[in-house]
């Protein structure tokens, strides 16, 4: 299957069912709204109806309507299109979620064509909200054959080597599709046929309209099935076919959190093989996890156990890991991101990170820049070549070019109600342990002392020094600490004869 075999497709409507309660995930969490691949399922069954370009996209909804609503609705920028929300009533089935659907679609659109009761016409293409790995391109393979053979009815079917549980494919001696009986419905013969129907269709609208009107409840499970429609349109003189796809993922739903993880560990499969093909290394792909919104430049290289999420982007020449978190993250041409959790954080170009760092958001390191070992920023603005090497906090700073901040640097950016900024200039250099007590500003080119507590600004090119001038005390230790292991080697020391001093 490649994209060039897909005619556009433009249904008249996508119809996503996701009214059902899921009970099998055994969570507080609508099922379909458990994430897969960085999306909620719902949101990778949405992105894969829009991308048909329909007229109309149709989610029915009805187990925690207003979660799932509002989930839906957020999506709508992704989406590129904002869903219309159908809300099943208490009439239960597949067959009276789509008449739902169809419904709420005569009311936001009531000058509609008056093909059918719901004046809906054109290609309608029913899917479900619960099957995330389905594609646009199978889709549109469905809908291109669906329009090509100028089918009444075109459903997706696949052959399994257990199909129990599943709608049955009815075909008569000819091979024509006759129709679909649910597994509870079937004969013991029946239940022998490994044709199953993935529950994803294109209907003509019409036909679908006019059929659901005609469909009962009368069945073992006393639902409307959408099922029915096949029989239906077919008796009224309509061409039912099936498109059989060879990519069982494609149709597989999650019913229960173990479907979850082996869709999950397919999907992500897919999406590193996709980037792997586009020009990326990746070392372990059994320690690599990729969402399926990640985009990645080619000549990037991945190392063991990294995981990039949500909308991180990895430029040309990046290297990435291992053992690394990146979420919301941009990575610039040739950076290297080493042992890291960052989030919502900007990485320059041939930048350096890491080992054991944390990026919180806000972040943005320039061109050239370094955040080393054991260093936390967060809201820092950091310029180009500025390096933060080692051990450290810098929050709600802004750090201009070229500047050194020494080891175990802190911007104290909380006075315990409210945060400040600390703004240090380009050329800057803080010795080991500088504290920076915000609000301050350091001008450029300005230098301060090891241990400095910088509480008020530093002109630039001022050294700052803050600690008091050391002073020993001569025999202190034996005096106040008689007896001590320190005084003991203390003794011992000035028994010691005095090394020649050059
Ligand atoms: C359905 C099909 C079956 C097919 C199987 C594939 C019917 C009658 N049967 O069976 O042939 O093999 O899917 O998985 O269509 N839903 C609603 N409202 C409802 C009932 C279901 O929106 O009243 C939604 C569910 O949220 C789910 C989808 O429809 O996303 C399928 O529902 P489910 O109960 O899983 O259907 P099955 O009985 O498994
Ligand atoms: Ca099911």
Same mark, same amino acid.
């Given at each position: 299957?490649?994209?060039?075999?897909?005619?556009?497709?433009?249904?008249?409507?996508?119809?996503?069912?996701?009214?059902?309660?899921?009970?099998?995930?055994?969570?507080?969490?609508?099922?379909?709204?458990?994430?897969?691949?960085?999306?909620?399922?719902?949101?990778?069954?949405?992105?894969?109806?829009?991308?048909?370009?329909?007229?109309?996209?149709?989610?029915?909804?009805?187990?925690?309507?207003?979660?799932?609503?509002?989930?839906?609705?957020?999506?709508?920028?992704?989406?590129?299109?904002?869903?219309?929300?159908?809300?099943?009533?208490?009439?239960?089935?597949?067959?009276?979620?789509?008449?739902?659907?169809?419904?709420?679609?005569?009311?936001?659109?009531?000058?509609?064509?008056?093909?059918?009761?719901?004046?809906?016409?054109?290609?309608?293409?029913?899917?479900?909200?619960?099957?995330?790995?389905?594609?646009?391109?199978?889709?549109?393979?469905?809908?291109?054959?669906?329009?090509?053979?100028?089918?009444?009815?075109?459903?997706? =079917?696949?052959?399994?080597?257990?199909?129990?549980?599943?709608?049955?494919?009815?075909?008569?001696?000819?091979?024509?599709?006759?129709?679909?009986?649910?597994?509870?419905?079937?004969?013991?013969?029946?239940?022998?046929?490994?044709?199953?129907?993935?529950?994803?269709?294109? *209907?003509?609208?019409?036909?679908?309209?006019?059929?659901?009107?005609?469909?009962?409840?009368?069945?073992?499970?006393?639902?409307?099935?959408?099922?029915?429609?096949?029989?239906?349109?077919?008796?009224?003189?309509?061409?039912?076919?099936?498109?059989? =796809?060879?990519?069982?993922?494609?149709?597989?739903?999650?019913?229960?959190?173990?479907?979850?993880?082996?869709?999950?560990?397919?999907?992500?499969?897919?999406?590193?093989?996709?980037?792997?093909?586009?020009?990326?290394?990746?070392?372990?792909?059994?320690?690599?996890?990729?969402?399926?919104?990640?985009?990645?430049?080619?000549? =990037?290289?991945?190392?063991?156990?990294?995981?990039?999420?949500?909308?991180?982007?990895?430029?040309?020449?990046?290297?990435?890991?291992?053992?690394?978190?990146?979420?919301?993250?941009?990575?610039?041409?040739?950076?290297?991101?080493?042992?890291?959790?960052?989030?919502?954080?900007?990485?320059?170009?041939?930048?350096?990170?890491?080992?054991?760092?944390?990026?919180?958001?806000?972040?943005?390191?320039?061109?050239?820049?370094?955040?080393?070992?054991?260093?936390?920023?967060?809201?820092?603005?950091?310029?180009?070549?500025?390096?933060?090497?080692?051990?450290?906090?810098?929050?709600?700073?802004?750090?201009?070019?070229?500047?050194?901040?020494?080891?175990?640097?802190?911007?104290?950016?909380?006075?315990?109600?409210?945060?400040?900024?600390?703004?240090?200039?380009?050329?800057?250099?803080?010795?080991?342990?500088?504290? *920076?007590?915000?609000?301050?500003?350091?001008?450029?080119?300005?230098?301060?002392?090891?241990?400095?507590?910088?509480?008020?600004?530093?002109?630039?090119?001022?050294?700052?020094?803050?600690?008091?001038?050391?002073?020993?005390?001569?025999?202190?230790?034996?005096?106040?600490?008689?007896?001590?292991?320190?005084?003991?080697?203390?003794?011992?020391?000035?028994?010691?004869?005095?090394?020649?001093?050059?």
């Amino acid at each position: 299957m490649t994209e060039s075999t897909v005619a556009p497709a433009t249904p008249a409507a996508v119809i996503v069912l996701a009214a059902g309660a899921g009970t099998r995930m055994k969570s507080k969490t609508p099922k379909i709204l458990h994430p897969i691949g960085g999306r909620s399922m719902i949101g990778h069954a949405l992105t894969a109806a829009a991308g048909l370009n329909p007229r109309e996209l149709v989610a029915v909804v009805r187990h925690q309507r207003d979660l799932v609503a509002d989930h839906i609705l957020a999506l709508a920028e992704i989406l590129g299109t904002v869903p219309v929300i159908a809300d099943q009533d208490e009439v239960p089935g597949t067959g009276r979620a789509v008449q739902c659907g169809l419904e709420a679609l005569t009311a936001a659109a009531p000058d509609a064509g008056q093909a059918g009761a719901s004046g809906i016409s054109g290609t309608v293409v029913v899917t479900y909200g619960d099957v995330p790995l389905l594609t646009t391109e199978l889709l549109g393979e469905l809908v291109a054959t669906h329009e090509s053979e100028s089918n009444a009815v075109t459903v997706l =079917t696949a052959l399994l080597e257990d199909p129990t549980g599943y709608g049955r494919i009815l075909r008569d001696t000819d091979g024509s599709v006759a129709g679909i009986v649910e597994h509870k419905d079937a004969t013991d013969a029946q239940r022998q046929i490994n044709e199953v129907n993935s529950g994803i269709y294109a *209907f003509e609208g019409a036909v679908l309209d006019t059929a659901l009107s005609q469909v009962t409840t009368d069945n073992a499970q006393g639902e409307m099935y959408l099922t029915d429609v096949l029989q239906i349109a077919r008796a009224a003189g309509g061409r039912v076919a099936a498109v059989t =796809t060879t990519d069982q993922w494609q149709v597989e739903g999650a019913n229960d959190r173990v479907q979850l993880q082996a869709l999950g560990a397919e999907m992500n499969r897919r999406t590193l093989q996709r980037h792997m093909r586009a020009g990326t290394s990746i070392q372990d792909p059994s320690t690599t996890w990729i969402d399926s919104t990640v985009t990645l430049e080619p000549d =990037t290289t991945i190392l063991p156990n990294t995981h990039l999420q949500g909308t991180t982007h990895l430029s040309e020449d990046a290297v990435v890991g291992p053992d690394t978190t990146l979420v919301d993250t941009t990575v610039g041409i040739g950076a290297t991101v080493t042992r890291t959790q960052a989030s919502g954080a900007v990485i320059g170009d041939r930048a350096a990170v890491g080992p054991f760092t944390y990026l919180r958001p806000g972040t943005v390191l320039g061109e050239q820049g370094k955040i080393g070992a054991f260093y936390e920023t967060k809201n820092a603005v950091i310029g180009r070549g500025s390096k933060l090497s080692h051990l450290g906090y810098a929050g709600d700073a802004e750090i201009g070019e070229y500047t050194n901040i020494g080891c175990g640097n802190i911007t104290a950016n909380y006075d315990g109600v409210n945060k400040h900024r600390t703004v240090i200039g380009n050329h800057v250099r803080t010795s080991s342990n500088t504290v *920076f007590i915000a609000p301050v500003t350091v001008g450029d080119g300005a230098y301060t002392g090891a241990g400095a507590v910088v509480r008020k600004d530093v002109p630039a090119g001022a050294l700052a020094l803050t600690v008091a001038p050391q002073r020993n005390s001569e025999g202190w230790v034996e005096d106040r600490r008689p007896g001590s292991p320190a005084a003991e080697a203390a003794a011992e020391a000035r028994t010691r004869p005095a090394q020649p001093t050059d």
